[in-house]
């Protein structure tokens, strides 16, 4: 079945480092792939999507790649900010035909430390 | 425009016991989703509703059950509650395109004794 693999955690940065958290996917046809940060104490808040293969997402100074050879959708900030500090999670929405529903990967936890 | 609400923030039951918690979609969503997140894990489908009616589910079983009401909003019931049930319980509204994105309310945190 559907599944995302995520690099694990904890991660510990120093604030202006740069970031990168690796997603892998494992999924039949093509399908949405998405990163949700999650703020201590809070639900998920969409981060940034792509729908299709070399789309890049991107947002707050986040981006990520739509890599279907690789089958990655690696997270990636340039300078990390303590407010950054959070739960991340990657997630797919297979392609077929029926309920949309997301499959996450186990989260990182990510700490930027001034 | 408001986001996606549910009540109540958090609860706590006895095993045995059954819980109906409560999802507003956000303005002009029609489709709800609710996902189940243990502590440290990412969270788990559990079911989807699409016009009334359940549009998919997960891997739970049966005691786990919902509702969704003309105006889009939904409950999720549990019945016979169990240890391992304590969790955050997140509901995400949506359009009914394939494409469409998720938006996910706080969560009822659920804690079984």
């Known amino acids: 079945g559907d599944s995302v693999t995520q690099m694990e955690g904890p991660v510990t940065l120093s604030e202006e480092a740069f970031l990168t958290i690796n997603c892998t996917y494992t999924?039949?046809?093509?399908?949405?792939l998405f990163w949700y940060v999650q703020y201590p104490g809070e639900g998920l808040q969409l981060l940034l999507k792509?729908?299709?293969?070399?789309d890049k997402g991107s947002n707050k100074g986040f981006e990520a790649t739509y890599r279907k050879e690789t089958t990655s959708f690696h997270l990636e900030k340039g300078s990390v900010q303590v407010s950054d500090s959070a739960v991340y999670f990657c997630a797919l929405s297979p392609s077929i035909q029926g309920a949309q529903k997301l499959v996450f990967g186990q989260g990182t936890r990510l700490t930027i430390n001034p | 425009e408001t986001g996606v609400t549910q009540s109540p923030t958090h609860l706590i039951k006895t095993r045995g016991q059954q819980v109906t918690l409560r999802c507003s979609s956000q303005s002009g969503h029609n489709t709800v989703s609710w996902y189940q997140q243990a502590l440290g894990q990412g969270p788990q489908f559990i079911f989807q509703y699409y016009r009334e009616e359940e549009n998919g589910r997960g891997n739970f079983p049966p005691r786990f059950s919902g509702l969704q009401f003309p105006n889009y909003s939904s409950e999720l019931n549990v019945n016979a509650l169990e240890l391992d049930d304590s969790a955050l319980y997140l509901c995400a509204s949506s359009l009914r395109t394939k494409q469409e994105t998720q938006y996910f309310g706080p969560g009822t945190r659920l804690l079984v004794l």
């Open positions: 999924a039949t046809g093509y399908p949405s």
């Open positions: 792509a729908t299709k293969a070399d």
